[in-house]
């Protein structure tokens, strides 16, 4: 028996990173999951990954930024699966600039997938989630969302907004007691790609960003994580173990923002 056996989770942006290993770790532990992301080559393949790992995993195109597209995955959700236990709202990008140097446009395109993704998140999966009697929603926030990061403002201002929503949508359903609850998950420094894709000014390049580096820098003894070591406290947050953590945040940082 699995920590979240036949639980129905959605993953946004599980492709790959962090949200691949939330749906990894999800399915090892018994859930039905639903990753959905942008890539999807990428997509289909971390499902196929998991089926034959012996998990039970779909993928299905659905850019977060679009509400109507929200309202396609939630009916697609309910056609499969009759039902919604847990939803990760991970897909995230970061762009690195100055807030000098950023263009309206890409402060914008953050916000849209940061911000709006996860409040579309909230807004569409909720409801479904308490039609049958509750579940458990956990939104990738960030240290940035806790402690100021020059250089990745834009980015920490949505990280922050990710924090506060996170605890008052909390609040909202205990009030409702529509038994769903809410949390965000803090990480600090992680390998993915992630990091290789956040110049906004140059050219995308690769390694621009040396992610050991940073972790050699900024992480008490250097220590770099690992999706997995997020996957473990998201896996923690879905499961009934935690029936009296709600808006909470769970930081994962190796002592990062202490
Ligand atoms: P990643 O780039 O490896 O994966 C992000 C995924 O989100 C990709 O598969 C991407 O295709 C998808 N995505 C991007 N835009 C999308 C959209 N509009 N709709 C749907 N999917 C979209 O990044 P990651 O490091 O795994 O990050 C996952 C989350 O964790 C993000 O919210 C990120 O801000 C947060 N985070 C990461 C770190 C870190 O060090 N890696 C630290 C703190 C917080």
């Known amino acids: 028996m699995g920590r979240v056996q036949n639980k129905v989770a959605l993953i946004t942006g599980g492709a790959m990173g962090i949200g691949r290993a939330c749906a990894e770790r999800l399915a090892a532990e018994g859930a039905i999951v639903v990753i959905t992301d942008v890539v999807d080559a990428t997509g289909m393949a971390t499902a196929e990954a998991i089926s034959a790992a012996g998990g039970d995993a779909t993928y299905l195109n659905h850019d977060v930024t679009s509400e109507a597209a929200w309202q396609a995955i939630i009916k697609q959700v309910r056609e499969l699966h009759g039902r919604l236990d847990i939803l990760v709202n991970n897909a995230g990008i970061a762009i690195r ?84 609850r809410v949390n965000s998950v803090h990480p600090g420094i992680i390998a993915t790609a992630i990091w290789n894709k956040m110049d906004a000014v140059g050219d995308q390049g690769e390694n621009q960003v040396d992610v050991d580096a940073i972790a050699a820098m900024a992480v008490p003894g250097g220590l770099l994580g690992q999706a997995d070591d997020i996957a473990r406290g998201v896996v923690y947050l879905a499961s009934d173990e935690s029936r009296y953590v709600n808006a909470s945040e769970l930081v994962i940082d190796y002592g990062l923002s202490a």
Do not use: W
């Open 97 to 180: 600039a100055s807030i000098f140097e950023m263009s309206l446009q890409d402060f914008h395109r953050q916000n849209s997938v940061n911000l709006d993704g996860v409040f579309l998140g909230l807004k569409h999966a909720i409801p479904f989630m308490a039609e049958d009697g509750g579940g458990s929603v956990i939104n990738l926030s960030s240290v940035a969302g806790l402690k100021a990061s020059p250089g990745l403002s834009a980015y920490a201002m949505t990280k922050g907004g990710v924090r506060l929503l996170s605890k008052s949508v909390a609040k909202e359903c205990a009030a409702l007691g529509n038994g769903v």
